[in-house]
């Protein structure tokens, strides 16, 4: 892959993307998306929605403080 660094749009929209919270956030949306538009679930959507909203935010969180101990920067 190029180096993208140096555009000024083009860069940090590639970095988004190589970012595992984003990506655990965007797939947290999708599979919320699912349960919701599925009428098999319809019982137990709240509550499918709920955990898995719930485990998406805390794998997030996890992934912020590993990153704030380690120093991790951009």
């Known amino acids: 892959m ?3 660094k140096g555009w000024p749009i083009i860069g940090p929209l ?6 595992r919270k984003f990506i ?15 009428p098999q679930l319809e019982p137990a959507q709240a ?3 709920t ?4 485990i998406g935010s805390l794998l ?9 101990q380690s120093g991790k920067t951009r």
């Open 2 to 4: 190029e180096n993208t």
């Open 14 to 19: 590639v970095e988004l993307l190589r970012s």
């Open 24 to 38: 655990v956030a965007v797939v947290t949306l999708i599979v919320d998306v699912l349960i919701a538009y599925l």
């Open 47 to 49: 509550e499918l929605m």
């Open 51 to 54: 955990v898995f909203t719930l």
């Open 60 to 68: 997030v969180a996890a992934i912020a403080y590993e990153d704030g």
